[in-house]
T-cell receptor
Framework: GQQLNQSPQSMFIQEGEDVSMNCTSS?????WLWYKQDPGEGPVLLIALYKAGELTSNGRLTAQFGITRKDSFLNISASIPSDVGIYFC???????????FGSGTQLTVLP | DTAVSQTPKYLVTQMGNDKSIKCEQNLGHDTMYWYKQDSKKFLKIMFS???????INETVPNRFSPKSPDKAHLNLHINSLELGDSAVYFC???????????????FGSGTRLTVV
């Protein structure tokens, strides 16, 4: 089955710093999504990518669909305390019926 | 508000009991899912229904039985609860899963199940 490797597993950064996380897959995907989960809540969609090479921003967040279609990254610029949470990548290949989720990146922003 | 709503938010129960979690979406989506999130925060799909038809049934004990009375509802019934069933269960929905079009999921806020 499809596998996603998400890294890093956790990050501790100072407020104001930029952060980057990425996912790689064992197979080609035609969709990459990035979600954020706040404590006690369900994951919320941040950015969706549907074409290889696509670069999409949502405020301070930028995500890219890798050219090989086997990877994606998410950048957060000028981090703030409310960026704290777990970030999940998710992807789907053409033959799959559901999304596959990465294992998550726990982000902590220190004041 | 348009959303995926699941109840209850918290569920504490004894081993051996039977319990149900309910999920409803008013987004007009045709596909609904149940995910289990373990203590390491990994999201694992359990079931998926498309227009009331079961399309995904991952390796889940048969103590877990989903029921979809209509495409806006997907409930999860669990028999003979075990300690290892303790987790957060998320319901989600999406549009056009089978046709392969854009399939961002909308998640509910989760049900934290604790079996004691």
């Amino acid at each position: 089955g499809q596998q996603l490797n998400q890294s890093p597993q956790s990050m501790f950064i100072q407020e104001g710093e930029d952060v980057s996380m990425n996912c790689t897959s064992s197979s080609i995907f035609n969709t990459w999504l990035w979600y954020k989960q706040d404590p006690g809540e369900g994951p919320v969609l941040l950015i969706a990518l549907y074409k290889a090479g696509e670069l999409t921003s949502n405020g301070r967040l930028t995500a890219q669909f890798g050219i090989t279609r086997k990877d994606s990254f998410l950048n957060i610029s000028a981090s703030i305390p409310s960026d704290v949470g777990i970030y999940f990548c998710a992807g789907r290949s053409g033959s799959a019926r559901q999304l596959t989720f990465g294992s998550g990146t726990q982000l902590t922003v220190l004041p | 508000d348009t959303a995926v709503s699941q109840t209850p938010k918290y569920l504490v129960t004894q081993m051996g009991n039977d319990k149900s979690i309910k999920c409803e979406q008013n987004l007009g989506h045709d596909t609904m899912y149940w995910y289990k999130q373990d203590s390491k925060k990994f999201l694992k799909i359990m079931f998926s229904y498309n227009n009331k038809e079961l399309i995904i049934n991952e390796t889940v004990p048969n103590r877990f039985s989903p029921k979809s009375p209509d495409k806006a509802h997907l409930n999860l019934h669990i028999n003979s609860l075990e300690l290892g069933d303790s987790a957060v269960y998320f319901c989600a929905s999406s549009q056009d899963s089978l046709r392969g079009t854009r399939v961002g999921y909308t998640f509910g806020s989760g049900t934290r199940l604790t079996v004691v």
